[in-house]
């Protein structure tokens, strides 16, 4: 199927410029340009409010922007539509003045009263945002979420005038700069929304090109399905000026041996990842295309708890502990990432897990005959769910070996495309899947927060009172060493319960055109391509 895609993306590249017929995709891009960006997977939508995957939420970077960004290398939130803001004593209210003179693309202007609407129709029960819980910070937005409110006036957020954005909290959230940096918290152009079906209504061809308004550097020009989109030069961008990138095109290219030969093909600047098969080619013969980045990550299992025999804590408990993750990290991964014996990655922010899930055979042997199920005895298979790419696969293949061999239970693997690896985990449809998140800004409630009973993320139907509890107290703490104790309980808690087994840390692995100007490592994935440029 991708030798067709992009053979339709090479004939498409006349739309920025003619070229000789010996010179690649990349040349031409590079001279008119255009960044060509491997991007894994065709996006579900490009709606910043119901984006809940990376690959989808990486193009959105590009169309909308909220008030603040997040400085890629520090992770530190950087003015963007807001030029300052400012916090009250009591930490309940933060004030945020927008840039004079901002508009949408289509050349309306955008006002402090845009953001606010906003916020009001991704709470709106109806649109079923996964990513709604990103606002609960803001008063009344988790009762407005729940349907237990129906006014949305009543949300921590108003517009005293065309430039002025003041939230009111529930409670201190210090990190919100960061907070609102999110895809959840960018405007939405709620008149142009209108135009084409309810606002809470979800999949409408509003974010079509032609169709889509946004506030980012680039306007949509452009969607094949399964081919590109193309994302060009948004005329009324405030900082137009400082902006050298003609235009952006996102490729979803989920096999990542066929991303690869495209890069060595001079079709793609950017590759979204490499398999771990082709690190050490890449090492020896071209390290200068290749880099490895820090990565905010953790990469994991989700177990799931509703269905037997995972719903017994001991067996979940059994093959979290017979996972010998040094050796997949030097082996499967080519020591290219870090083994997890903790869920929470280390020097998130300043916090780092006390608790250390080691490997240990016997304690896992032993759990499993008090399960009833000694040498694996009567366990059904059990199937692992994975992305299909070469890393996942081949993760979850080593886990199928160690397993029989160590515990008797018998695994079978079932390879799957994004879209139905996502969908599968949220209605519960697995037993085991492979998984992974990145921290949306460097704090543990980005990881541990995943869990709580009936969380947006949770995919593993687990609930616990005393986590939730811990939960609790974490986000009404305002001294920082006593948040950072009862995250240390709750990530002991998680990890004895194990609905999730961590595997290891993430890095950035990916192929770099020497082209490209200015992409600093970004340990939270996301680049403002505005920053970008390519030359010699």
């Avoid at 890095?507 to 505005?530: M, S, T």
């Amino acid at each position: 199927m991708h030798r067709f895609v992009h053979s339709a993306f090479l004939a498409g590249l006349v739309l920025f410029a003619s070229c000789a017929k010996h010179e690649t995709p990349a040349a031409t891009g590079s001279r008119t340009q255009t960044l060509l960006v491997g991007n894994y997977a065709e996006p579900a939508d490009l709606d910043p409010q119901t984006a809940a995957v990376l690959s989808d939420q990486n193009i959105l970077m590009a169309l909308f922007e909220g008030l603040t960004a997040l400085d890629e290398q520090s992770a530190q939130p950087v003015p963007a539509a807001a030029e300052r803001w400012e916090v009250s004593a009591d930490g309940l209210v933060w004030t945020f003045h927008l840039r004079a003179g901002l508009k949408w693309s289509n050349g309306e202007t955008l006002t402090a009263d845009d953001f606010v609407q906003s916020w009001r129709r991704i709470l709106v029960p109806a649109l079923a945002a996964e990513n709604a819980s990103y606002l609960y910070a803001l008063k009344n937005a988790e009762a407005l979420n729940a349907g237990k409110l129906t006014d949305p006036t009543v949300l921590g957020a108003a517009a005293p005038d065309p430039r002025t954005v003041v939230l009111t909290l529930e409670r201190p959230t210090p990190y919100l700069p960061a907070l609102v940096s999110l895809p959840a918290w960018f405007p939405v152009n709620v008149r142009v929304l209108a135009k084409f079906g309810p606002l809470t209504q979800r999949g409408t061809s509003w974010t079509r090109a032609g169709n889509l308004v946004g506030n980012g550097a680039f306007s949509l020009k452009e969607w094949s399905p399964n081919a590109r989109i193309v994302a060009a030069q948004n005329l009324h961008y405030w900082d137009t000026a400082h902006r050298q990138l003609q235009a952006v095109v996102f490729v979803p290219i989920e096999n990542s041996d066929t991303e690869e030969r495209d890069f060595r093909a001079g079709q793609l600047h950017l590759t979204f990842t490499l398999p771990v098969s082709k690190l050490a080619t890449w090492r020896e013969r071209e390290p200068a295309k290749l880099r490895v980045d820090p990565l905010l990550q953790t990469i994991f299992l989700r177990l799931n708890t509703t269905k037997p025999p995972l719903n017994d804590p001991r067996v979940r408990r059994a093959l979290s502990l017979a996972i010998d993750r040094d050796t997949l990290a030097r082996t499967v991964l080519a020591g290219s990432r870090a083994p997890a014996h903790s869920f929470t990655p280390p020097s998130t922010g300043s916090y780092t897990a006390r608790v250390h899930l080691g490997t240990d055979f016997d304690a896992a042997r032993k759990l499993l005959a008090e399960a009833g199920h000694p040498g694996g005895k009567d366990l059904p298979a059990l199937e692992i769910q994975t992305l299909n790419n070469d890393l996942h696969s081949k993760l979850a293949e080593a886990l199928q070996a160690i397993w029989r061999r160590e515990l008797g239970v018998r695994v079978t693997v079932a390879p799957t495309e994004q879209r139905t690896w996502i969908s599968n985990q949220q209605t519960l449809n697995y037993a085991i899947s492979t998984a992974s998140w990145t921290a949306d800004f460097p704090d543990p409630i980005t990881f541990l927060g995943l869990f709580p009973t009936g969380g947006t993320y949770n995919w593993t139907g687990w609930s616990n009172p005393t986590y939730d509890k811990l939960l609790d107290s974490a986000a009404l703490a305002t001294d920082a060493a006593k948040r950072a104790e009862i995250f240390q309980q709750a990530e002991a808690l998680l990890l004895t319960d194990a609905p999730v087994a961590p595997i290891f840390f993430g890095a950035q692995i990916y192929l770099i055109d020497p082209a490209v100007k200015n992409w600093a490592p970004a340990p939270l994935v996301f680049h403002r391509y505005q920053l970008t440029h390519l030359g010699n």
